[in-house]
Nanobody, 114 residues
């Protein structure tokens, strides 16, 4: 069974930082490009960062320079370090593989206050 367990969200003031974690089942983690997605109310889910099994990364323009995606293969865990947070970063953040089909975990809420 696929495991996608996000954690680390919370409420933070603008300019602050959060570090999200996602524990991923090995069967998914080892062979897939993985990504962090976010979805705000009334908005489309967007891919904000991705990382390949070889740790090549890519970022949405909206988070480039502020967020860093990483992975720890030994722990089957990926991370999203979020710095200089803005209110527009407020969303539920999800971890998933980038390729289809996708199944979604519960996500973790990030709320950035002004």
């Amino acid at each position: 069974q696929v495991q996608l367990v996000e954690s680390g969200g919370g409420l933070v003031q603008a300019g602050g930082s959060l570090r999200l974690s996602c524990v991923v089942s090995e069967s998914m983690f080892s062979i897939n490009v993985m990504g962090w997605y976010r979805q705000a109310p009334g908005k489309q889910r967007e891919l904000v960062a991705s990382i390949t099994p070889g740790s090549r990364t890519n970022y949405a323009d909206s988070v480039k320079g502020r967020f860093t995606i990483s992975r720890d293969n030994a722990k089957n865990t990926m991370y999203l370090q979020m710095n200089s947070l803005k209110p527009e970063d407020t969303a539920v953040y999800y971890c998933n593989r980038v390729r289809l089909p996708q199944t979604w975990g519960r996500g973790t809420q990030v709320t950035v206050s002004s």
